[in-house]
């Protein structure tokens, strides 16, 4: 399981090698690279990242082309510009962040900044991502809703993963109770989030049950 971040950069393609970023950003961040809208709402789609770098050499036309691509999504993962701040578009969020292209330091510092707004927003394990703002996961590209129980029991499972959860302990953190009579809309729970992470969810590879005691989310096969 990880926190850590994944940035988007958008970059022209025919950007000098001297401004372009890549590099720079691997050292500290994964870093997926895209060099036209399709490419970045794909992106973003199926890999949920934590920030998202616009390098386009003030390009405004550009820029305003990614930028509704992106916001369609409704995600809202933060921003950061690198250019002058007349490539600021009106409608980018007041708290989007804009560096200089030839400040190295105000880079770093601005990257910093963007992506600690989302430092612990994503959790991602295996082949899910779980988001805590939007109460959502992204299960191999495919994006579900989750209610807040549903939140809570996944969440709960996925960062405790490998280890057995009594169903009275779901009960208490989960459902706030320590009353064992019946415990069905566990069950059902359980099910409905098979449904949104399992390719089989009558045959679960990760969510498995434990007779006799409760619940296990397994990373590695048994």
């Not at 961040?29 to 998202?52: G, M």
């Not at 059902?188 to 434990?210: C, D, G, M």
């Amino acid at each position: 399981m990880t926190t850590s971040n994944i940035v988007l950069l958008i970059e022209n393609e025919n950007l000098d090698p001297s401004q372009a970023l890549c590099t720079k950003l691997e050292e500290q961040y994964h870093v997926l690279l895209v060099h036209t809208p399709e490419e970045a709402v794909e992106k973003v789609k199926t890999r949920w990242p934590n920030l998202i770098v616009f390098n386009l050499n003030d390009d405004l036309q550009a820029l305003a082309q990614y930028h509704e691509a992106i916001d369609q999504l409704k995600l809202d993962i933060p921003y950061l510009v690198v250019g002058h701040k007349e490539s600021l578009l009106p409608q980018f969020n007041p708290e989007t962040v804009l560096v200089a292209a030839d400040k190295p330091q105000q880079l770093a510092q601005g990257l910093t900044k963007a992506a600690s707004k989302q430092k612990t927003r994503f959790t991602r394990l295996l082949e899910l991502v779980l988001d805590a703002q939007l109460s959502q996961v992204l299960h191999q590209g495919t994006r579900y809703s989750l209610t807040p129980k549903e939140y809570k029991l996944l969440n709960m499972l996925i960062n405790r993963h490998d280890e057995i959860l009594s169903r009275k302990e779901i009960m208490r953190q989960v459902w706030d109770t320590d009353y064992m009579g019946d415990t069905r809309t566990l069950d059902v729970h359980i099910r409905w989030i098979r449904k949104k992470i399992e390719a089989n969810p009558s045959s679960p590879n990760h969510l498995k049950t434990v007779r006799g005691e409760g619940y296990i989310f397994i990373t590695k096969p048994r």
